[in-house]
């Protein structure tokens, strides 16, 4: 059963930081891209940040460019989104996702092939 497992939320301050972890298991995801998504309470599931294959190259929403950073573990069958200088506005359901398309840095919910259940980040003012 392929499963993807996120990991590491919880409180944090304003002007904290997390590391979000996703595992896979079931099968390798060394030739999908990863990414990250977020839903806030009221509001739509919305693209955060991905990841190609390889971890060359990667893909930031606008909101998180700077603070966010994505990368991978390929030896470990994981990706993480390290989280820094949070906003109250951060705090959300955060899901990871894997796309088979291995060069594929998809902002759209669509392109991706499986997902995560979520980890709650709540990031308190």
């Known amino acids: 059963q392929v499963q993807l497992v996120e990991s590491g939320g919880g409180l944090v301050q304003a002007g904290g930081s997390l590391r979000l972890s996703c595992a896979a298991s079931?099968?390798?995801?060394?030739?999908?891209?990863m990414g990250w998504f977020r839903q806030a309470p009221g509001k739509e599931r919305e693209f955060v940040a991905a990841?190609?294959?390889?971890?060359?190259?990667?893909n930031y929403a606008t909101s998180v460019k700077g603070r966010f950073a994505i990368s991978r573990d390929a030896a470990k069958n994981t990706v993480y989104l390290q989280m820094n200088s949070l906003k109250p506005e951060d705090t959300a359901i955060y899901y990871c996702?894997?796309?088979?398309?291995?060069?594929?840095?998809?902002?759209?919910?669509?392109?991706?092939?499986?997902w995560g259940q979520g980890t709650q980040v709540t990031v308190s003012s």
């Open positions: 079931g099968r390798t995801f060394s030739r999908s891209a």
């Open positions: 990841i190609t294959w390889n971890g060359r190259e990667s």
């Open positions: 996702a894997a796309d088979d398309n291995a060069y594929g840095l998809a902002t759209r919910q669509i392109s991706y092939d499986y």
